[in-house]
């Protein structure tokens, strides 16, 4: 392994370790020497990293957010015409329990991005949160099955919310209880049919 690559899984164990104490002991309950502890490493090794505690915040929901994008991003333009709103949330839905089962991280992401998007966390990290938006993209998938008689009637948007806030409280007891098996995603698509 390089300099350059061992440089780089340090820095990632340092974003998981502090993803994983942000979530279990809170982001100000958390102390830089607890995230060194962690990985392990001394607190000055890491301040070559990260020169704070804020900067770590805002690193890891930067990753949080990157990865909210992925709900637009699984089905090329030209499919999404040939595949039904509800099979694509169902697809979707089925793809990130897989994954956050072989990657518990991601779990304790959906949290964290969770809190962060609250207000008294540091300003920049919650811009940050507060720009994922997976409502608008799904509330246009909602109105197209509403469209073709596959979901119900009602306020698109508001619909698209009720659909995250559910997702968003499985993952925060899935982060909890790690024996929790993921639900069938017709669950959950089933709230908007």
Not at 125 to 139: C, E, G
Not at 140 to 161: C, E, T, V, W, Y
Request: hydrophobic share 45%.
């Amino acid at each position: 392994m390089t300099r350059k690559e061992q440089k780089e899984e340090r820095r990632k164990a340092i974003l998981m370790a502090a993803l994983t104490l942000f979530v279990e002991k809170g982001y100000y309950d958390t102390k830089i020497a607890d995230i060194a502890a962690a990985v392990p490493m001394s607190v000055g090794l890491m301040f070559h990293y990260f020169e704070s505690k804020e900067e770590l915040l805002l690193e890891v929901v930067k990753m949080g957010a990157e990865g909210t994008k992925s709900i637009s991003r699984g089905v090329p333009p030209e499919m999404m015409d040939k595949i039904t709103p509800d099979l694509y949330l169902t697809g979707f839905l089925q793809k990130m329990f897989d994954f956050a089962k072989s990657e518990p991280w991601v779990f304790y992401m959906f949290v964290l991005m969770g809190q962060a998007r609250r207000a008294g966390m540091p300003e920049e990290a919650r811009k940050v949160a507060l720009s994922v938006d997976a409502v608008d993209f799904t509330a246009g998938l909602i109105s197209k099955g509403q469209k073709n008689g596959i979901f119900h009637k009602g306020d698109a948007k508001l619909m698209s919310r009720c659909f995250w806030a559910s997702v968003q409280g499985i993952m925060e007891e899935m982060a909890m209880d790690k024996s929790m098996e993921t639900p069938d995603p017709e669950w959950i698509v089933g709230l908007l049919r």
